[in-house]
């Protein structure tokens, strides 16, 4: 089993910057890659950012060259928001994809989500 805690949301004004983290813990082989993800009232969960083991990221064209993901262990990950609008507003979940074995990957695992609320 795999636990991921997240941190860091809240209120900020158009603007402003916040940043996430997500700590994965449990018993596991390795965490292939941790992303985060967010889902706004009436609208599906979308990648926002995701980053792998090796350090590879990729990026939703809405939030090119104002977010950030980062890993400082293989195990943490962050999501530094700058330059926030408030269509960035939603509950932003972190993703981790995790190998049980070196050859077997369990299923995706979510944390409960954060809510980031950015007003005009």
């Known amino acids: 089993q795999v636990q991921l805690v997240e941190s860091g949301g809240g209120l900020v004004q158009a603007g402003g910057s916040l940043r996430l983290s997500c700590a994965a813990s449990?018993?596991?082989?390795?965490?292939?890659?941790m992303g985060w993800y967010r889902q706004a009232p009436g609208k599906e969960r979308e990648l926002v950012a995701r980053?792998?083991?090796?350090?590879?990221t990729n990026y939703a064209d809405s939030v090119k060259g104002r977010f950030t993901i980062s890993r400082n262990n293989a195990n943490t990950v962050y999501l530094q928001m700058n330059s926030l609008k408030p269509e960035d507003t939603a509950v932003y979940y972190c993703n981790a994809e995790v190998r049980a074995t070196r050859a077997t990957r369990f299923p995706d695992y979510w944390g409960k989500g954060t809510l980031v609320t950015v007003s005009p």
């Open positions: 980053i792998t083991s090796g350090g590879s």
């Open positions: 449990g018993s596991f082989f390795s965490i292939d890659a």
